[in-house]
């Protein structure tokens, strides 16, 4: 189904409008980055990188309903529970965009600036807070929520510095906030009211391009890549995953907020692909219907679907007997001819 959406958006005959207008009929490189389901899923928002527009698109019939040009170089969007509003962030602009939505199109409402190179944002688990993180700036930037009339207001709080670049964020519970490294593999766990930093805890690996927190939010999900450091760059090596894997990592929540606890340790992995069917780049996951997961591999076609999740961990059992212990099916979408 996101396929076919991300094909409708992409697909187009006539030439881009320089004008700011309903972008619907408009060539040109769209790159979707975010999409958020809205009006109890008749609708889906969809942001671009590269065009710096926001599309709509109504779910009954799969048909792109407006697109109107809102930034440079949007990077996330989410939406404000309780409220029509959207937020969307400019990575080239280094603002952040509130949006007022309808049922036809969606407006700017707003313009705030942020620290540079926002990447992403978190909205808090009532709606109340706004979370951003700054990729080259390595900083959170928090807001306050106000609302009044189904319109909302945003007010600066805070600033965090972070000792990593950030890129993904995901709340955990009402109060706590977990941003993950862009490039290795440090986790930081942020009190959300303060604004404080209370631990950073690490994985072994780097290129952290998913995070979910399972549906009994006792566990958090993430993928990522491992580079054996010692392995020789050989194809046997590369072959048999040896010098690089692909992997899903859980991380138990109690253990990852616990600093006498290790969480690499209690958890587990799961290998992302297998070998001579490999992925490449793990990128986003998400749970599905009947507590399964879909992750997506960014640098192929496919997406693998994972079976029961919840398994109970043992937290005396060796942890090589713990990890790799899940296999899950390769989905894909076939290549047509361009004949």
């Not at 290129?207 to 990522?224: C, E, F, M, Q, V």
Request: glycine share 8%; aromatic share 6%.
């Amino acid at each position: 189904m996101r396929i076919a959406l991300f094909a409708l958006l992409l697909l187009s005959d006539v030439s881009l409008a320089e004008a700011d207008g309903d972008l619907r009929g408009a060539a040109h490189f769209r790159r979707p980055v975010a999409a958020v389901s809205l009006a109890d899923g008749r609708l889906v928002a969809v942001a671009h990188r590269d065009s710096g527009s926001v599309s709509l698109i109504e779910t009954a019939g799969w048909t792109v309903v407006s697109e109107q040009r809102v930034g440079k170089q949007l990077a996330d969007l989410v939406a404000i529970p309780g409220s029509t509003s959207l937020l969307a962030v400019d990575a080239q602009a280094n603002e952040l965009i509130v949006l007022a939505r309808n049922e036809s199109e969606v407006t700017v409402q707003s313009r705030l600036p942020v620290a540079q190179s926002p990447v992403s944002l978190a909205v808090g688990a009532e709606g109340r807070t706004v979370s951003i993180a700054s990729l080259w700036a390595r900083r959170l930037t928090f807001f306050d929520v106000e609302s009044s009339n189904g319109s909302i207001a945003l007010v600066k709080r805070s600033d965090l510095s972070l000792p990593f670049a950030p890129r993904l964020q995901c709340v955990l519970d009402d109060r706590r906030l977990v941003v993950a490294d862009s490039f290795g593999g440090q986790l930081a766990i942020v009190d959300v009211p303060s604004g404080r930093l209370e631990a950073v805890r690490e994985i072994p690996g780097h290129n952290i391009r998913g995070l979910a927190l399972s549906p009994n939010k006792r566990d958090l999900y993430l993928t990522h890549q491992f580079l054996e450091q010692y392995a020789p760059t050989t194809y046997d090596s590369i072959h048999w995953g040896n010098l690089m894997e692909n992997l899903i990592r859980v991380l138990p929540i109690d253990a990852l907020l616990n600093p006498e606890l290790d969480p690499v340790s209690m958890g587990r992995a799961m290998p992302f692909g297998t070998t001579g069917d490999g992925a490449g780049d793990p990128a986003g996951l998400a749970f599905i219907a009947n507590d399964r997961m879909i992750a997506v591999s960014s640098g192929t076609d496919r997406a693998q679907t994972f079976p029961t999740l919840h398994l109970a961990v043992d937290p005396h059992r060796p942890p090589a007997d713990r990890g790799h212990r899940h296999s899950g099916t390769w989905l894909h979408r076939r290549r047509q001819s361009a004949g």
